[in-house]
């Protein structure tokens, strides 16, 4: 059975975003009000401390939602990471994991606190694997996370630039490719509507490979539709009603084979203290939560709602080349 590497969007579950988009994730309190970093340099540990502090927070409590306060008693010294320094590379190991490396770029190497810029390498069988520059210099046009280490901070975050809420060519997002696996194979792992594959940047030369590789025929393509045959059968997929502002979405997408078509509407909430008590726990699919006592959520950042995702999955099952094999 073939298998296509997933290429999956930057996280849709994020903390904050860059002020030059307008963006931001949440309303949560600024970690620099109750966050102590000390770092041992001879060890290579970075100990991050917390004061008893409150948070404002959407929570999500036996299916209702409100804006209110959460409590944190202090955290002293179990929040441990662990780093290295190679040349003007920082390697961090968040809370100790060697076997989960972050790669950073853009601070000072003889001082830690700064502003660090993930590189997108990972370590596989002891190796260190690095996207080429060039990749990286274009998927950087669209988001970046950034790691900031001082005093009385220690987060990473996703910065998104403007150029990815602009981006609409939707027919060579990582969505298509997604899409390609789940009509070949018959599985969809993660679900094909979900995590913003559909708002990722341009992935047209992968796409083409995959194509290639794979022999599909493109019949037709536009932003927003697309005409191809996978396995000796003809497919129609199109993306319509989209509603986009910032960080928010509502699409609606639909994948057609002979008489059968499969279609479901899927939408993405940033959650603020204005909105929250408008949420509904109908059709909710995923969220970035922590949970606190007594089973509340506290939500942090995106809300994602889905209507007819199972019958659409069951769907893309039922009309895919694998099915009946």
Request: with cysteine.
């Amino acid at each position: 059975m073939n298998r296509y590497i997933y290429l999956l969007a930057s996280t849709l579950f994020f903390f904050a975003c860059s002020d030059d988009n307008s963006a931001n994730s949440s309303e949560n309190s600024d970690t620099t009000k109750y966050q102590h970093v000390s770092i041992d340099k001879e060890k290579h540990r970075i100990v991050v401390d917390q004061d008893a502090h409150t948070e404002e927070f959407c929570t999500l409590y036996q299916g209702s939602f409100n804006w209110g306060e959460i409590s944190y008693e202090a955290d002293q010294g179990t929040d441990v990471t662990t780093y290295e320094i190679h040349g003007d590379t920082l390697v961090v190991f968040f809370y100790g994991n060697t076997d989960d490396p972050h790669y950073y770029l853009g601070g000072s190497t003889d001082k830690i606190y700064g502003t660090w810029k993930n590189i997108n390498c990972s370590k596989y069988q002891g190796k260190t694997i690095c996207q080429p520059q060039e990749e990286r210099d274009f998927r950087e046009q669209y988001d970046e996370f950034i790691l900031t280490i001082s005093e009385n901070k220690f987060q990473e975050e996703i910065v998104y630039k403007p150029a990815y809420f602009k981006y609409d060519d939707y027919m060579n997002s990582v969505y298509i490719p997604n899409l390609y696996a789940a009509l070949e194979n018959g599985y969809t792992w993660p679900s094909i509507g979900m995590f913003g594959t559909l708002f990722s940047p341009e992935q047209t030369s992968y796409i083409k490979t995959i194509e290639k590789e794979h022999n599909i025929d493109v019949l037709e393509q536009t932003k927003t539709a697309k005409k191809f045959k996978l396995g000796g059968k003809a497919y129609e997929v199109k993306v319509k009603d989209v509603e986009r502002d910032s960080l928010d979405y509502k699409v609606t997408i639909s994948v057609q084979s002979g008489d059968k078509e499969c279609t479901y509407e899927e939408r993405q909430v940033n959650v603020t203290k204005k909105n929250c008590k408008d949420q509904t726990t109908e059709g909710l699919q995923d969220y970035d939560a922590d949970r606190v006592f007594n089973e509340e959520l506290a939500i942090k950042g995106t809300i994602v709602y889905t209507n007819g995702l199972k019958e659409f999955d069951k769907c893309i099952n039922e009309i895919s080349v694998y099915y009946g094999r």
